[in-house]
């Protein structure tokens, strides 16, 4: 694994990076936390969970066991949390409503205008809200939209020609949630549809992440496997954001990019 910092090294890099025809780019949930969307990100939906258990009154105050519950609560997806909430079809709704949200930001839009335009050749994220949708919304028939089997299906054959939008993890405008990825016990395993877009849309391609922890179950371990050209996890600070990022890296040689995501998606592109 190699790490590259915001010097003269990560331009140079970021400058060869932007002659490449075969991008792909993966985002997670930290890109729909700027303004105007302002939507709680995994991690801060944990911090703040950590908060409403454990306020600040609860502890001593040097206590070894904050420090020891923090440490723990900092690896623990949002999906592990959400399984242990007994009531399924109020927990749809209640993500369904929370993420029926179309108002993009700048970011959104500078990824979808790249889609559109043919700059990068497919963008995955595992985000219900509906921003990137919107944005790309007036040019669907430059763009193919996967989020069901069915989308799978029905275009299998055109995915490898055609550029790709993946909403790994489901959509919050699909008809009862049923394709929503909520919890552990959905992360298991990858579908085998699932797997076989990230194969077709990968294979031999360069992969950019950003925004994005990886503290999930399925799709990590999958990427480990994909046949990409290399892979590139944008960080904002040099601690990596989960042990599956840390793996991947190490077992892919790929490299931390350590900078702002508006400053390499708005230097890159």
């Known amino acids: 694994m190699q790490t590259i910092r915001r010097t003269d090294e990560a331009k140079s890099f970021i400058d060869g990076l932007k002659k490449a025809d075969d991008i792909v780019v993966l985002v997670g949930s930290f890109i729909s936390v700027y303004p105007p969307t302002c939507l709680f990100s995994g991690t801060q939906f944990v911090e703040e969970v950590f908060t409403f258990l454990f306020p600040q009154d609860f502890f001593d105050s040097s206590s070894e066991e904050q420090r020891i519950l923090e440490e723990f609560f ?58 990137l949708d919107e944005a790309l919304s007036k040019c669907s028939n430059r763009f193919l939209r996967i989020v069901t089997k069915n989308d799978f299906d029905i275009n299998k054959n055109n995915i490898p020609n055609i550029n790709i939008y993946f909403k790994i993890h489901g959509s919050a405008d699909d008809n009862e949630g049923e394709t929503l990825v909520l919890t552990l016990t959905q992360e298991s395993i990858l579908p085998e549809w699932k797997r ?72 890159l592109f």
């Not at 990590?220 to 944008?234: G, S, V």
């Open 74 to 131: 900092n690896h623990v997806p949002f999906e592990h949390l959400l399984e242990r909430y007994p009531n399924r079809e109020k927990l749809i709704r209640v993500f369904k409503k929370a993420y029926f949200i179309k108002k993009f930001n700048p970011l959104h839009k500078l990824l979808a205008d790249l889609l559109i335009n043919g700059k990068i050749k497919a963008l995955i994220t595992p985000n219900y809200d509906l921003c």
């Open 196 to 267: 076989e877009v990230l194969y077709q849309i990968l294979n031999g391609r360069a992969l950019v992440i950003t925004g994005y922890s990886g503290k999930d179950f399925e799709i990590c371990p999958e990427l480990e496997r994909m046949d990409f050209k290399q892979i590139i996890w944008n960080t904002k600070n040099e601690a990596l954001p989960s042990k599956n990022a840390e793996r991947l890296l190490t077992k892919r040689n790929g490299i931390q990019l350590i900078m702002d995501m508006k400053e390499l998606l708005s230097e």
